[in-house]
C-alpha cells in the first residue's frame, strides 16, 4: 500500500502565492508521474500539473507561467507553487502517483485533497 499525505491548502487572497506538498510512503519501487488534479464544486476533475521521474512537465493551459510543480530530492515527494493565484483556481487540489509494480502494472494513488480558496 501506498499513503499520500498532503499539506498547504489555505486561504489566500486574489495575486497571493501557496505551495502544495505531497509526500508518497509505502512500498514503492519506481512512482512516474506524480501530479496534482483539482475539483471546483460542480466540475470535474481535471488536471493542474504533472511531472515524470525524468523530469518533464505538463500543465493545464489555465495555469501555465503561474504554477511550477517539482518532485523533492528523495523522488517520493511532489509540491506544487502557486502564484498570482486567481479566484478561479479555487478547488481541492489532489495529489496523484502512479507506482509500478513491474513492467506494465500499475497502481495510481490519490490523497485526501486539500483546499484551496482564492478570495478577498
Known amino acids: 500500500q501506498v499513503q499520500l499525505v498532503e499539506s498547504g491548502g489555505g486561504l489566500v487572497q486574489p495575486g497571493g502565492s501557496l505551495r502544495l506538498s505531497c509526500a508518497a510512503s509505502?512500498?514503492?519501487?519506481?512512482?512516474?508521474?506524480m501530479g496534482w488534479y483539482r475539483q471546483a464544486p460542480g466540475k470535474q476533475r481535471e488536471l493542474v500539473a504533472r511531472i515524470t521521474s525524468g523530469g518533464g512537465t505538463d500543465y493545464a493551459d489555465s495555469v501555465k507561467g503561474r504554477f511550477t510543480i517539482s518532485r523533492g530530492n528523495t523522488k517520493n515527494s511532489v509540491y506544487l507553487q502557486m502564484n498570482s493565484l486567481k479566484p478561479e483556481d479555487t478547488a481541492v487540489y489532489y495529489c496523484?502517483?502512479?507506482?509500478?509494480?513491474?513492467?506494465?502494472?500499475?497502481?495510481?494513488?490519490w490523497g485526501q485533497g486539500t483546499q484551496v480558496t482564492v478570495s478577498s
Open positions: 496523484n502517483v502512479r507506482v509500478w509494480r513491474r513492467l506494465g502494472v500499475w497502481d495510481d494513488y
Open positions: 509505502g512500498t514503492i519501487s519506481s512512482i512516474n508521474p
